[in-house]
């Protein structure tokens, strides 16, 4: 098991950036694919992106694909999510989530570490 915890959220300016971090306790952070995924007031949780154990993996979800990039730093238990091009339908609680997986192909699924969210909020 590890703890996650998100930071890194809050109010930009439609086209602006962010950079989200998400800091993993626990000392087989390194075993774990990593991904963030968000949700709307009112809508479902939705798959943003994923990172493998190695960090040679990369997916993203089809509303996010080429303005966001995801990152790890394994020495530091962190996961990054930058955020490029923002738009005001990505407003939404952002979640970190984490599960055992050494295997370079990266879940969409089955994720069961979660932090408690950051909220990021673009305006037009």
């Known amino acids: 098991q590890v703890q996650l915890v998100e930071t890194g959220g809050g109010l930009v300016q439609a086209g602006g950036s962010l950079r989200l971090s998400c800091s993993a306790s626990?000392?087989?952070?390194?075993?774990?694919?990593m991904a963030w995924f968000r949700q709307a007031p009112g809508k479902e949780r939705e798959f943003v992106a994923a990172?493998?154990?190695?960090?040679?993996?990369?997916d993203y979800g089809d509303s996010v694909k080429g303005r966001f990039t995801i990152s790890r730093d394994n020495a530091k238990n962190m996961v990054y999510l930058q955020m490029n091009s923002l738009k005001p339908e990505d407003t939404a609680v952002y979640y970190c989530?984490?599960?055992?997986?050494?295997?370079?192909?990266?879940?969409?699924?089955?994720?069961?570490?979660w932090g408690p969210g950051t909220q990021v909020t673009v305006s037009s």
């Open positions: 989530a984490g599960r055992p997986w050494q295997v370079e192909n990266v879940p969409r699924r089955r994720y069961d570490n």
């Open positions: 626990g000392r087989t952070f390194s075993n774990y694919a």
């Open positions: 990172i493998s154990w190695s960090g040679g993996t990369t």
